[in-house]
Antibody, heavy 116, light 106 residues
Framework: QAQLVESGGGLVKPGESLRLSCAAS????????MAWIRQAPGKGLEWVSY????????YYADSVKGRFTISRDNAKNSLDLQMNSLRAEDTAVYYC?????????WGQGTLVTVSS | VVLTQSPATLSVSPGQRATLSCRAS??????LAWYQQKPGQAPRLLMY???SRATVFPARFIGSGSGTEFTLTISSLQSEDFAIYYC?????????FGQGTKVEIK
């Protein structure tokens, strides 16, 4: 059974940085399309970033473009999200997902809180 | 692509049928998925390709539609089905989610 486990969330001040990591098991991250999705408290789901299995296509939501960077670590079999210049509106639970026909595997989520 | 789900909240008695709608602002072919989310949990993939059910979900969940109009029907609601349901299109980036329909006990 495939599994995704996120880490790296926490409380930071506006303007600070955070790096999220998502460890995959029972499948190889680079063989699949992967993405980060977030959910603000009491709100709906929002795409943050996506990377195609080939690695040659990366997308970002307009709200994070220029501040967030998605990457993969082959040695760790993980998906990472570097988040810079964090804002209060980035406060959310961040989910790592595998995407085939829809998001078929989700991590448990990691909470990022941006507050002074 | 904007996805509009209706209704926002659906109050249904156990054993009754629930019909959830998802409308796209432009055609997404059949590249539509549905997710179920319960409080404090990550969403789970329920339906993909508009009408293909994920194996962990029972046959009472039925997806239909193509183009711009999609429906998720739960034929006989069970207690474990009360949750929020989201639709998502993956035809065009940025992939988008609907705002969700909360199915609650009447």
């Amino acid at each position: 059974q495939a599994q995704l486990v996120e880490s790296g969330g926490g409380l930071v001040k506006p303007g600070e940085s955070l790096r999220l990591s998502c460890a995959a098991s029972e499948f190889i991250v680079t063989y699949f399309d992967m993405a980060w999705i977030r959910q603000a408290p009491g709100k709906g789901l929002e795409w943050v970033s996506y990377i195609r299995s080939s690695g040659d296509t990366i997308y970002y939501a307009d709200s994070v473009k220029g501040r967030f960077t998605i990457s993969r670590d082959n040695a760790k079999n993980s998906l990472d999200l570097q988040m810079n210049s964090l804002r209060a509106e980035d406060t959310a639970v961040y989910y790592c997902v595998r995407h085939t026909r829809g998001c078929d595997y989700w991590g448990q989520g990691t909470l990022v809180t941006v507050s002074s | 692509v904007v996805l509009t789900q209706s209704p926002a909240t659906l109050s249904v008695s156990p054993g009754q049928r629930a019909t959830l709608s998802c409308r796209a602002s432009q055609s997404v072919s059949n590249k539509l998925a549905w997710y179920q989310q319960k409080p404090g949990q990550a969403p789970r993939l329920l339906m993909y390709g508009a009408s293909s059910r994920a194996t962990v979900f029972p046959a009472r969940f039925i997806g239909s539609g193509s183009g711009t109009e999609f429906t998720l029907t739960i034929s006989s609601l069970q207690s474990e089905d009360f949750a929020i349901y989201y639709c998502q299109q993956y035809n065009d980036w940025p992939w988008t989610f609907g705002q969700g329909t909360k199915v609650e006990i009447k």
